[in-house]
């Protein structure tokens, strides 16, 4: 399956517009680092031959992913029969950071996935996902994992998980409330919380080829699926293709965002 640039910009693509949320920004001064998570070549969808007509639709994709990924809204869909991509930035990550974390992750995809027709990567600030067939806007079950701290927060487990439940949920609603402007819920929450004089900062997210009400069912469905991986760490994320949420004891998020 091929399609052209403008088909594939114009009537393809989801396009959604910027959020306008009310923010408060303060600064921190912080790392804001671009780690490598994880990838995932799907071995089982096969590869390519140099030439092919998938071949030429992936580099024309990554292509245009790389002029749409500098834009102000952080992420690029392309979805179609036997091919869909998916570029899903951080929601602070936005414009040159956005570009620069896709850049590093097709260069890598290239290296660790050569040829493979599906593959998926996963950075701090970044997920990009190439698959042979319309895999947006549909909740992906398989792909996902869950990292945790080595440090245990230790003391009261029971207390942290109704902190971190209750903590999670608040993220969720407001990841998840339509904005009354923009007819559109954000899909991304970050905040803070303190737990037994630590600040704790969290963030959700889904990618933006999903609806609220899947979002949501993502988040629930692995923050119960992940409470080993998550419960009583000094520092945890899981992560699905869909959706994902991190808490750590430091302010991780380059501008904090606070929802109100
Ligand atoms: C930034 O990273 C360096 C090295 O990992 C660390 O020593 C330093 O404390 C970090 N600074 C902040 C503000 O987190
Ligand atoms: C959750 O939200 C409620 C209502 O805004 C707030 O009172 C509570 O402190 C929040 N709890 C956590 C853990 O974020
Ligand atoms: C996330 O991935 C896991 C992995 O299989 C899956 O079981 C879980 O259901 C996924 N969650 C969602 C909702 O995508």
Known sequence: ???????????????????????????????????????????????????????????????NFYSDSGNKEGYTLLGGDGFSAILQCRGDSYGPKCRDCYATAVAALRRKCPSYKAMIIWYDQCLVSFDTKYSTGQIDYDNNFCMSNAKKLGGDKFAFIRTWNTFMDNLTTLATRVDKDTKRSPLYAVGETRFKGDMMYGMVQCTKDIPDKAC?????????????????????????????????????????????
């Not at 091929?2 to 303060?26: D, E, G, R």
């Not at 600064?27 to 994880?38: D, H, V």
């Open 216 to 260: 949501e069912e993502c988040l629930v469905y692995n923050s119960i699926r992940f409470q080993d991986c998550l419960n009583d760490k000094r520092g945890a994320r899981f992560i699905n293709r869909s959706c994902t949420f991190r808490f750590e004891f430091y302010p991780f998020i380059a501008k904090q965002v606070r929802n109100i």
């Open 1 to 63: 399956m091929y399609f052209s640039s403008s088909v594939s910009k114009c009537a393809i693509m989801i396009h959604v517009f910027a959020m306008q949320l009310l923010l408060i920004n303060s600064e921190l001064p912080l790392n804001t680092t671009n780690a490598y998570l994880n990838h995932k070549c799907l071995v089982s969808n096969g590869k390519y031959k140099p030439g092919s007509e998938y071949a030429k639709q992936l580099k024309l994709t990554i292509k």
